[in-house]
């Protein structure tokens, strides 16, 4: 099958690296001349797990394409849209650049075609660009929306070996040209979510709102076991352990950030004010989201005093919004950052993958060193913060934790182990425990 992929970012390119390597034909298209540059050369935008390899062999097997044309793009049978749809100030969807696409589109377009939306969109915009594309070109268009559940970090295995398939359709032919093009990967026909396109649309907010409200939940018990001397380790092992609630996103720590979780929640909460709904349940998860951030950073300030602050130095560890990723976006580690170094003398920041990407964002401040590794400049700091769960971070090395001048360790996702660092002298604050 020949395919096109418009928007090739985190989503576009692990989805239109993966479709190659199931077999298919694909054409990645992006505004982004230098990134497609790249790309063609077999480098990779995008640190993601795995994501390399498949890259270059599905270059090499000529089963993968990259390009800037919309011509190119358009000749294919089925277009994947994978734009960014980020948040306006407001808390509503930017649609400006799916809707430069669909421009594009509609004028370089030769026949009737399939689009399939794979960005997060509001309800109702499938319908807006079968609308928008039939009357401004002279083609039938059949629209799908397959919302993407991927993680990144574990895209790669996420695309190979999915939890479900969400496919929102009108007609027979779009649900069997789905069928075709997840064929290759064999799954049980369990795994297809056939539905109505809005609710295919609603469902990918529907998840995230979830699991972004599972977070806030745990973290608002966290506050409680604080104050109660209880232990939120311990408190998730006894509610996890129950089926129906289970153990994923039941970690306390100091909130969710990214691309998703915080774009999605809001524009939930917009679609709720259109609709002239109750809002005050998706609000309250990004308020427990944004206490939960002051909470942790009130301990930092707590124990180090709030006089000793200027003269003291931290070593951050962990920039990507989460662990496996180079993404940046929407960080916490660089919320916390920025709030900290107007207030304090030097941080030393480490990330296995994000350093590159941080500086665009950090470019402004001037009491920033990058370090080599986890350990380099520890001596040159008061203490250390933990703001991303990389893998590397969760069994340090204590005996180099022992250069930290004030002796003291700020868990922001609480995976250190307590006990050995307590034993080993130094001061340990995590969230809820
Ligand atoms: P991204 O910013 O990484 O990628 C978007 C790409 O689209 C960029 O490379 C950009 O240059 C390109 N682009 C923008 N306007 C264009 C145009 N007019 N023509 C051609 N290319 C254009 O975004 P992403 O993280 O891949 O997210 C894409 C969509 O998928 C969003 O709606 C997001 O909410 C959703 N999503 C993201 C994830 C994730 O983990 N990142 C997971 C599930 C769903």
């Given amino acids: 099958m020949k395919i096109s992929i ?16 199931l077999g298919h034909s694909v054409i990645c298209l992006d505004k982004d001349k230098t990134k497609i540059k790249s790309l063609s050369q077999g480098e990779s935008s995008i640190y993601e797990p795995g994501l390399d390899e498949i890259l270059k062999r599905n270059i090499q097997n000529k089963r993968l394409s990259f390009t800037t044309s919309y011509k190119i793009a358009c000749q294919t049978d089925l277009l994947i849209l994978c734009i960014d749809t980020p948040a306006k ?16 589109i509609s004028r370089d377009l030769k026949k009737d075609i399939f689009i399939v939306t794979k960005s997060t969109v509001p309800i109702g915009t499938n319908q807006y660009i079968k609308n928008f594309i039939e009357n401004s070109s002279s083609f039938k268009i059949n629209i799908i929306s397959n919302p993407e559940f991927l993680k990144e970090g574990c895209a790669v295995q996420d695309f190979f070996f999915p939890s479900r398939i969400v496919i929102g359709c009108e007609s027979k032919a779009s649900r069997e040209i789905m069928k075709e093009l997840y064929a290759p990967l064999g799954l049980p026909s369990q795994k297809f979510i056939y539905m109505k396109v809005q609710s295919a649309e609603l469902t990918k907010y529907a998840s995230n709102s979830f699991l972004a409200t599972k977070i806030s939940f745990i973290n608002k018990i966290s506050q409680i076991a604080d104050h109660a001397n209880a232990d939120i380790h311990e408190i998730k092992k006894g509610i996890g352990s129950d089926s129906r609630i289970g153990n994923e996103f039941l970690n306390a720590g100091l909130g969710y950030g990214g691309s998703c979780f915080p774009k999605d929640i809001k524009a939930l909460i917009n679609f709720e004010k259109k609709f002239k709904i109750d809002h005050s349940l998706f609000s309250v998860v990004e308020e427990i989201n944004n206490q939960q951030f002051f909470i942790f950073y009130k301990k930092i300030i707590d124990a180090i005093g709030q006089k000793r602050l200027k003269r003291s130095s931290f070593m951050i560890w962990g920039l990507s919004f989460k662990p496996n990723t180079n993404d940046v976006r929407d960080s916490i580690a660089l919320r916390l950052i920025r709030l900290l170094t107007d207030q304090v003398k030097h941080l030393y920041l480490y990330d296995p993958e994000a350093i590159r990407e941080s500086h665009v964002y950090l470019s402004q401040y001037s009491n920033i060193t990058y370090c080599k590794n986890a350990y380099e400049h520890m001596q040159s700091a008061n203490a250390l913060i933990l703001c991303t769960e990389w893998p590397e971070f969760q069994n340090p090395e204590i005996k180099k934790l022992h250069s930290l001048k004030d002796k003291k360790i700020f868990d922001g996702r609480n995976v250190l182990n307590k006990e050995v660092i307590l034993k080993a002298g130094i001061e340990y604050f995590g969230l809820g425990s």
């Fill in 89 to 104: 100030k407001t808390g509503e969807p930017n649609l400006s650049n799916l809707k430069l696409s669909l421009k594009s």
């Fill in 6 to 21: 418009i928007g090739t970012g985190y989503v576009g390119l692990v989805s239109g690296t993966c479709f190659a390597d």
